[in-house]
Each structure stands twice: as structure tokens, then as C-alpha cells.
């Protein structure tokens, strides 16, 4: 079985901070994905990718920013990081891209802590 | 765009009974209905899903179903257990979104011994 390995597990900011967090997997999925995890809000989608330096944008891209360097990792940049502000950013892959009904595996996320 | 709705949030139910957790849909091109658990400190996981041409699935002590007319599903665990405590997550998914899944908000279920 594959993995998918979120760096760091946590991370502590300053207000205004560019911020990077880092997924892994070794799936040779197709697709990997940026969620964020807020009480009471569910799961929502930042950013995905379908192939190799393929970007698009989901319901929460405002302010974040991500790279799908190769096919194995895909990172997630918090432009400027809001004072107070606490979440769980989860990645996740997938094995196809364009398919309407894909497991997605999920890594165990980065909990972001601004000061 | 989609939007998923799922209640409760909170559901406490005594060891040995049954939990309901219920999710509405708005996109009738909604085909894929998935349900994630998250356990404490653990990462979401695939537990059951549904797909459209379905009405009922179950998996041991788990069941979904599906009324696609009322654009609602639902998960129900039966006979609960301490290891039913966690988070429990739905979501759908149709050809209109390239196969994003759209997620409800989740219930913290827990099971009193």
C-alpha cells in the first residue's frame, strides 16, 4: 500500500507570513488535492491537480497558492497568514483525474497555528 | 456550485443502538456519494459509499441509502460500538465538477458505554 506524508505536522506563523506546507505520496496517483479542515465546516477544497504542473483552483484558492512539481508532491502556500488563525490542511490523492468517483487517501495534515 | 448539508453535527447515542447521520445534495447530476470516518487524530478514510444507480448498500454494520428524487442520503450504523466514536464526514460528486468531492460538515458521533 502507499502512503501520503504531510510536512510539517505543525506549524506555528507569525501574522503576515508566507507559510509552505508539503504532501508526498507514493500512490502514482494522478490527482492530489488541498483541503482545509475547520470545526463545523466540513472539508473544503483550496487547490487540486490532475497531472504534473496542472493547477485548478477550488472554492477556497483566496490566498493560498500551490505547485504540482511532479506527480509524486504537491505543495500549498498560505500567502499571508491572518492573525489567530487556526486550521488542519489536509492532502489528498486519488488515482484518476476527471473521474467523478475516486477514493481519496488522505494524509494525517499540517495544524497551522497563527500567532 | 454543489453544496452538501449534513446533520447533526453532534450525535451522541448509547453503545449497542443505532446512529443516523443525514446529508442533502442540490446538483440532481450528483452520481457518487461517499462517506469518510475520522478517527481522533487520524486522517479521513474511506468507510462506504453509493453510487446513483443504487438505493441501499450495506457493508457489516454499516448502510447507506439513497433517494435520489429528494436529493438525500443517508448513513446508519448499527448496533454502535466505542470505535463508531468519530468523526463522520459525507460527500457527492458528479461528471459537472471533474470528480471533486463536495463535503458536508461533518457529525462528531460518540457512543456512551
Known amino acids: 500500500g502507499g502512503i501520503i506524508t504531510q510536512t510539517p505536522k505543525f506549524l506555528i506563523g507569525q501574522e503576515g507570513q508566507k507559510l509552505t506546507l508539503k504532501c508526498q505520496q507514493n500512490?502514482?496517483?494522478?490527482?492530489m488535492y488541498w483541503y482545509r479542515q475547520d470545526s463545523g465546516k466540513g472539508l473544503r477544497l483550496i487547490y487540486y491537480s490532475i497531472t504534473e504542473n496542472d493547477l485548478q483552483k477550488g472554492d477556497l484558492s483566496e490566498g493560498y497558492d500551490a505547485s504540482r512539481e511532479k506527480k509524486s508532491s504537491f505543495s500549498l502556500t498560505v500567502t499571508s497568514a491572518q492573525k489567530n488563525e487556526m486550521a488542519v490542511f489536509l492532502c489528498a490523492s486519488s488515482i484518476l483525474g476527471g473521474s467523478s468517483q475516486n477514493t481519496l487517501y488522505f494524509g494525517a495534515g499540517t495544524r497551522l497555528s497563527v500567532l | 456550485g454543489e453544496q452538501v448539508e449534513q446533520l447533526p453535527s453532534i450525535l451522541r447515542v448509547q453503545e449497542g443502538s443505532s446512529a443516523s447521520i443525514n446529508c442533502s445534495y442540490e446538483d440532481s447530476a450528483s452520481n457518487y456519494f461517499p462517506w469518510y470516518k475520522q478517527e481522533p487524530g487520524e486522517n479521513p478514510k474511506l468507510i462506504i459509499d453509493?453510487?446513483?444507480?443504487?438505493e441501499r448498500k450495506q457493508i457489516q454494520e454499516l448502510i447507506v441509502l439513497l433517494d435520489k428524487k429528494a436529493k438525500r442520503f443517508s448513513l446508519h450504523i448499527t448496533d454502535t460500538q466505542p470505535g463508531d466514536s468519530a468523526m463522520y464526514f459525507c460527500?457527492?460528486?458528479?461528471?459537472?465538477?471533474?470528480?471533486?468531492?463536495?463535503f458536508g460538515q461533518g457529525t462528531k458521533l460518540s457512543i456512551k458505554p
Open positions: 500512490f502514482n496517483h494522478d490527482t
Open positions: 453509493i453510487r446513483s444507480n443504487m
Open positions: 460527500a457527492a460528486s458528479g461528471p459537472y465538477n471533474q470528480g471533486k468531492l463536495i
